[in-house]
């Protein structure tokens, strides 16, 4: 019985730990290396939404332009996912190796969304053809 009530009080101590907790923030308040990110690659769009997500231990942030572009960034505020469905992703952004290749092989489409993941970049270009990059950026598929 003493087991049981312990699992009981460690469950109700526990959720709010990892229980969602979304809620709206200013840009000023997340970590600094996402403000710069944004000031240097989204500074002339004006942000409709920022909002911190996750649990007390898992943060992470997406920010909302009005224009719909969309950025996640992760507790450190490093980007995680870039989604500019009415633009394009900033050149800079994208690493060079990728970057070459879309050119050399898809000149004059852009790269409307990148998601970089702990071992691999997955690409959406304008044409809707989604590559996919492991982490020393070599292809390592398609999608059409």
Known sequence: MKKVLMAVIGLVVA??????DDKPISVDKMPAAAQEFINRHFGG???AVAKQEGTLLLKNYDVIFTNGDKVEFDRKGMWTNLDCKYGKVP??????????????????????????????????????????????????????
């Open 15 to 20: 959720i709010p730990l990892f229980a969602d």
């Open 45 to 47: 769009l004006q942000v």
């Open 91 to 144: 050149a800079a952004v994208i690493p060079q190796k990728i970057a070459y290749y879309i050119t050399s092989k898809y000149p004059g489409v852009e790269v409307l969304q990148i998601e970089k993941e702990d071992r691999r970049y997955e690409v959406e270009l304008s044409n809707r053809v989604d590559l996919t990059f492991n982490s020393s950026m070599e292809l390592t598929d398609i999608d059409y």
